[in-house]
């Protein structure tokens, strides 16, 4: 079922769906809830909750160009720049560290809602697998076409981390529990690609806020990220195919 059918699912029809998945994959609990976005499936199975995310064709990435950043947000990266140097031109950075805009198609599976220690590894001996770079970005927004995936803007305080509460602290369209802490950014199946954060270098280096924040965007990809940072660093998200 693709994300705008299962958007649009009466409560009976996505409930009859769900039921089909948790006999597909042999989950004996699960559940449906609604979201403000739609439907949320839950499974709960080895131990773990996972949430079906629906596939389909998907717009993914950013546009820098096209980014146009609030007043607070242009203030605090040119303050950025000032301080530490960063390229004067703000499409310029986003380029750098954040995926293009391009169009996919993706199969639907399950995520698990929490993500794991990974240890440095790349699969799990219980069948499950590493989402793909795709995978874990269109997971994480959810269909949201905006910076982060609750929208362009962020919350005020000075960073993700210190912050009390917050959308990033909040369950997405898809009841996934994700990109909420810089300081763990996650494993894909691509190596070199880790999403999710940047191992708090703009929070524990005073970047400012703007670029404190920007780490938790779905479509965030600091290139060499992985190698500077040791394996206990990373988290791992498990996803179960549906095909």
Do not use: K
Request: aromatic share 10%; proline share 9%; glycine share 12%.
């Amino acid at each position: 079922m693709t994300l705008d059918r299962w958007r649009s699912a009466t409560d009976d029809r996505a409930r009859v769906h769900a039921a089909a998945v948790a006999a597909r994959v042999g989950a004996p609990q699960w559940t449906l809830e609604r979201s403000e976005a739609g439907p949320v499936a839950l499974f709960r199975l080895g131990g773990r909750e996972f949430a079906l995310v629906p596939g389909g064709p998907a717009e993914l990435g950013v546009d820098p160009a096209a980014f146009r950043p609030t007043a607070e947000q242009a203030a605090s990266y040119a303050r950025s720049v000032e301080e530490f140097g960063f390229p004067a031109d703000l499409a310029a950075h986003l380029a750098r560290v954040l995926a293009p805009r391009r169009s996919v198609l993706l199969p639907s599976f399950l995520m698990s809602v929490e993500p794991a220690e990974a240890d440095g590894e790349r699969g799990w001996d219980d069948g499950v697998r590493l989402p793909t770079p795709d995978e874990w970005e269109y997971a994480c927004g959810a269909g949201a076409r905006t910076l982060f995936r609750w929208g362009d803007g962020h919350p005020a305080t000075a960073d993700p981390f210190s912050a009390p509460d917050g959308p990033h602290l909040r369950a997405n369209a898809f009841g996934l529990r994700i990109a909420r802490d810089p300081y763990r950014p996650e494993l894909t199946s691509e190596p070199g690609v880790v999403c999710g954060g940047d191992g708090g270098e703009a929070t524990c280096g005073g970047y400012g806020s703007f670029l404190a924040w920007l780490p938790l965007a779905p479509a965030f990809r600091d290139p060499g990220l992985a190698e500077l940072l040791d394996e206990e660093d990373f988290l791992g998200r498990a996803v179960i195919d549906l095909r």
